[in-house]
């Protein structure tokens, strides 16, 4: 069973930047779509950005211009890099298959929180 390991993530103050790097256990090449997910405390999980094997990209509105989503399908790794970061963007940030009713069992997880 395919396991995802997400990391990458801290304490960063606003303006800052963070690349977190999520590797799956089993190939992602046959995975069209690839997504990065946050929660919020109090908050549902949602959809920041996704990539697909040809390379087109998706970005929540608040995210947009500021991060960017790639993938290794040789290293079954799906990057998020994040810059001019807000306190806002402070979430639990995991990764998985978006828009399907069954997406892969769900990491751990890393945690971003950004504050001064």
């Known amino acids: 069973q395919v396991q995802l390991v997400e990391s990458g993530g801290g304490l960063v103050q606003p303006g800052g930047s963070l690349r977190l790097s999520c590797v799956s256990s089993?190939?992602?090449?046959?995975?069209?779509?690839m997504g990065w997910f946050r929660q919020a405390p109090g908050k549902q999980r949602e959809l920041v950005a996704s990539?697909?094997?040809?390379?087109?990209?998706y970005y929540e509105d608040s995210v947009k211009g500021r991060f960017t989503i790639s993938r290794d399908n040789a290293k079954n790794t799906v990057y998020l890099q994040m810059d001019s970061l807000k306190p806002e963007d402070t979430a639990v940030y995991y990764c998985?298959?978006?828009?399907?009713?069954?997406?892969?069992?769900w990491g751990q997880g890393t945690q971003v929180t950004v504050s001064s």
């Open positions: 990539i697909t094997n040809s390379g087109d990209t």
């Open positions: 089993g190939s992602i090449f046959s995975i069209n779509a």
């Open positions: 998985n298959t978006p828009w399907t009713i069954f997406p892969l069992p």
